[in-house]
T-cell receptor, first 113, second 112 residues
Framework: ETGVTQTPRHLVMGMTNKKSLKCEQHLGHNAMYWYKQSAKKPLELMFVYNFKEQTENNSVPSRFSPECPNSSHLFLHLHTLQPEDSALYLC????????????FGQGTRLTVV | TQLLEQSPQFLSIQEGENLTVYCNSSSVFSSLQWYRQEPGEGPVLLVTVVTGGEVKKLKRLTFQFGDARKDSSLHITAAQPGDTGLYLCAGAPNFGNEKLTFGTGTRLTIIP
């Protein structure tokens, strides 16, 4: 248990569906992140939020839409995804955005059919 | 762009053997973290090293940060099946920039 919880753990969705991934942390951290992990590729940073404000968007397609209503919660809204978007989506948090210790959730295994 | 190369990419050894995996970069990092990730789970932080030349031990695992803070190694003594997993190194940039740079990973399998 790392203190970062992601739901759902598994998700299968069609290309026309709309779904959301949820991440919650109870560590009192100020920064939260979305990463994408695909087979045979390093972890790819998607979005960074610091004190609820988005500070980075790594050229992520608009079919991925993040939302951070407060410092403890982070969402990733998904719509009209492609099969190549199938991957493990990981949420992480750290005390601040200065490259400190990052704690990861267990991930959501997403399959787009 | 800062890159971290890990080697070997895959390693499969017998239980009880020793092993070392490497994490190398041409960039300097203010700190470096090692994670272990099991299938279907998120990475779990093992250790952080922050001082050039620093050595940290975690039971049978020994982590070393290079003197120039550009590389690191992880040595496992008497490997156990529970050590099986994907080992990731991640570097925190020297100044500014909040992103962690993750390595390419070493997938370790310990055969009973």
């Amino acid at each position: 248990e790392t203190g970062v919880t992601q739901t759902p753990r598994h998700l299968v969705m069609g290309m026309t569906n709309k779904k959301s991934l949820k991440c919650e942390q109870h560590l009192g951290h100020n920064a939260m992140y979305w990463y994408k992990q695909s087979a045979k590729k390093p972890l790819e940073l998607m979005f960074v939020y610091n004190f609820k404000e988005q500070t980075e968007n790594n050229s992520v397609p608009s079919r991925f839409s993040p939302e951070c209503p407060n410092s403890s919660h982070l969402f990733l809204h998904l719509h009209t995804l492609q099969p190549e978007d199938s991957a493990l989506y990981l949420c992480a948090s750290s005390q601040d955005r200065g490259g400190g210790l990052s704690f990861f959730g267990q991930g959501t295994r997403l399959t787009v059919v | 762009t800062q890159l971290l190369e890990q080697s070997p990419q895959f390693l499969s050894i017998q239980e009880g053997e020793n092993l070392t995996v490497y994490c190398n970069s041409s960039s300097v990092f203010s700190s470096l973290q090692w994670y272990r990730q099991e299938p279907g789970e998120g990475p779990v932080l093992l250790v952080t090293v922050v001082t050039g030349g620093e050595v940290k031990k975690l039971k049978r695992l020994t982590f070393q940060f290079g003197d120039a803070r550009k590389d690191s190694s992880l040595h496992i003594t008497a490997a156990q099946p529970g050590d099986t997993g994907l080992y990731l190194c991640a570097g925190a940039p020297n100044f500014g920039n909040e992103k962690l740079t993750f390595g390419t990973g070493t997938r370790l399998t310990i055969i009973p």
